[in-house]
């Protein structure tokens, strides 16, 4: 392609696929079976997608992390109907980062990204081309998918909600990653990249490795972090991004390492071949510019509560016909999120991720102190557990109608999302 422009075709499709061995599974995917291709594009890029619904029923795709104009959003108003297509083009303005796209049709996001619609969308720029980390996309920059499902005797995926299910969301009893039942990396003795994405409808997942060895977060949702950030655990919720370095350079081929998530395991990673790559994890990573609170012009509130059917922010529903909120371009906002699920007993302690449209944000606060430092670049989600209150600084750089909401997608289908108009 041209310098600068970027095309793309998402076909939405019907598909099948043989997650079980001898079963065949009907599933939903983007120019495929299941999941969709890794859209890349640079900084700076024009791009242009043609989304092609080859369903019989309406979807839209919602561009997860990037920050473009309302209409080219993806959101709940940009329907794509049966055998139509939608041509969403727009500029790359954002740093380099590991974003993502499904479908955002009303009431039916959860059941639509449960049966397979979901892609990641990287954004590279002249920093993370610069930096001295893995870039080879599948073998030392791995992309990683992970959700979890529940498959039937006959291993189909119903999306039948039960009322667990409509209080605390859709959860699995299988992990899937990349569409894989517990499947196996092989990776040479050096430093892998791994871009974890957590794309289930409700799990939370808590990574770690079977020898509890550490390993080095670089990037959040939104890019890079400033620093590299050493752990052992690693806490995602859905929707959220983050990619960590892990050094097998003390291993040996014949090692077998295992990702897990708590004590469960995820996938395992084999030690096939010998490294003669030498590097190691940067420390210093970007530049992020902090927001001065300082330049706040508005604050704002979301309460989130309410359980089941009954999921509200600010004691509202979603309604399409109903804008909640109104902005103004370029200025700084603080919004205070808080989860008010505590009150209502154990029944009803629910966390809730929130997630805001069109703009990569700051979290200033988690409950009155500073937030741990994987949480201090830039995010589009936010875990906000029952009782929490999380600040966060947000500048909307791109006009139009957002949403923000739960993403928890049971609670987000229930009503648990709200409008805002940027001007
Ligand atoms: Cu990932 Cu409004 O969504
Ligand atoms: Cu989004
Ligand atoms: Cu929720």
């Known amino acids: 392609p041209e310098e600068g422009k970027a095309e793309f075709d998402l076909n939405v499709q019907y598909g099948k696929k043989e ?5 065949e599974t009907n599933t939903l995917g983007y120019n495929g079976d299941y999941l969709g291709p890794v859209i890349r594009v640079d900084k700076g890029d024009d791009v242009k997608i043609n989304v092609n619904n080859g369903l019989d029923e309406p979807t839209t795709v919602h561009w997860h992390g990037l920050e473009v104009p309302g209409e080219m959003d993806g959101g709940p108003h940009q329907v794509v109907d049966p055998a139509t297509s939608w041509q969403p083009h727009f500029t790359i303005d954002q740093p380099a980062a590991t974003l993502w796209y499904h479908p955002h049709l009303l009431h039916k996001t959860g059941e639509q990204v449960y049966k397979g619609l979901a892609g990641l969308f990287y954004i590279e720029d002249e920093q993370s081309k610069e930096l001295d980390i ?3 996309h599948g073998v030392n920059d791995i992309p990683l998918v992970i959700q979890d499902k529940r498959f039937s005797d006959n291993g189909e995926m119903p999306y039948e909600l039960n009322m667990r299910d409509v209080m605390n969301g859709f959860l699995g009893d299988t992990v899937l990653v990349n569409g894989a039942i517990a499947p196996e990396l092989d990776v040479k003795n050096e430093v892998i990249r791994l871009r974890l994405l957590n794309g289930s409808n409700a799990r939370s997942y808590d990574f770690n490795f079977s020898d509890r060895s550490a390993f080095h977060q670089i990037a959040s949702d939104g890019g890079f972090l400033e620093t590299s950030i050493e752990m052992n655990e690693l806490s995602l919720a859905p929707a ?7 050094d097998f350079s003390d291993y040996r081929v014949g090692d077998e390492i295992v990702l ?14 010998e490294s003669t790559d030498s590097s190691d994890i940067p420390e210093s990573l970007v530049d992020i510019v902090e927001y ?4 706040v012009v508005k604050t704002r509130r979301f309460v989130m509560s309410g359980m089941g059917p009954m999921v509200a922010i600010n004691d509202k529903q979603m309604d399409m016909d109903r804008i909640d909120e109104h902005l103004n371009l370029n200025e700084l906002e603080e919004w205070v999120i808080s989860n008010d699920s505590a009150g209502m007993g154990m029944m009803g302690e629910t966390p809730h991720p929130f997630h805001v449209h069109g703009v990569q ?9 500073e937030p741990p430092l994987n949480e201090q670049g830039w995010k589009d989600t936010v875990m906000v557990e029952s009782g929490e209150e999380v600040r966060i600084l947000a500048k909307f750089k791109q006009k139009g ?7 928890i997608l049971e609670h987000e289908d229930a009503g648990m999302m709200g409008q805002f108009l940027v001007e």
Do not use: S, T
């Open 292 to 295: 001065d609170r300082e330049e």
């Open 134 to 136: 893995p870039k080879e």
């Open 361 to 369: 944000f700051q979290v200033i606060e988690r409950n009155g102190v």
């Open 19 to 23: 997650f079980i061995e001898g079963q």
């Open 240 to 246: 959220e991004r983050a990619e960590i370095l892990v």
């Open 260 to 273: 897990r998530d708590g004590n469960d395991e995820v996938m395992k990673i084999n030690i096939v071949e």
């Open 401 to 407: 109608l957002f949403m923000y909401h739960c993403h």
